[in-house]
């Protein structure tokens, strides 16, 4: 059975970092890109970051851009969310996800990923 589970989420006071951990089990997603999603209550899933099969391109959504990194390691079967100088527009349950594709069109469409996790919590302070 494939899993993604989800780790590291929190809650913490605006401006504190968290690192958010991805690990796969079941099969490996070395060769297949990866991303993180995020939904905050009374909202639709939104786009975060992504990252190639082979870390070689990210992607990220504006309001994240120079605050959140987003890293893998193969080696590990687990994908990073390092998020820093978080803001209470942060709060969310954010989400895992893998294609079960090489290459992406769109790398913030949801409908490219065919593997989620449960989603962790992240809370922000002001």
């Known amino acids: 059975q494939v899993q993604l589970v989800e780790s590291g989420g929190g809650l913490v006071q605006a401006g504190d970092s968290l690192r958010l951990s991805c690990a796969a089990s079941?099969?490996?997603?070395?060769?297949?890109?990866m991303g993180w999603f995020r939904q905050a209550p009374g909202k639709e899933r939104e786009f975060v970051a992504a990252?190639?099969?082979?870390?070689?391109?990210?992607f990220y959504v504006d309001s994240v851009e120079g605050r959140f990194t987003i890293s893998r390691d193969n080696a590990k079967d687990t994908l990073y969310l390092q998020m820093n100088s978080l803001k209470p527009e942060d709060t969310a349950v954010y989400y895992c996800?893998?294609?079960?594709?090489?290459?992406?069109?769109?790398?913030?469409?949801?409908?490219?990923?065919?593997?989620w996790g449960q989603g962790t919590q992240v809370t922000v302070s002001s």
């Open positions: 990252i190639t099969w082979d870390a070689g391109s990210t």
């Open positions: 996800a893998a294609s079960g594709r090489r290459y992406l069109i769109k790398y913030d469409d949801p409908s490219e990923y065919d593997y």
């Open positions: 079941g099969r490996t997603f070395n060769n297949n890109p």
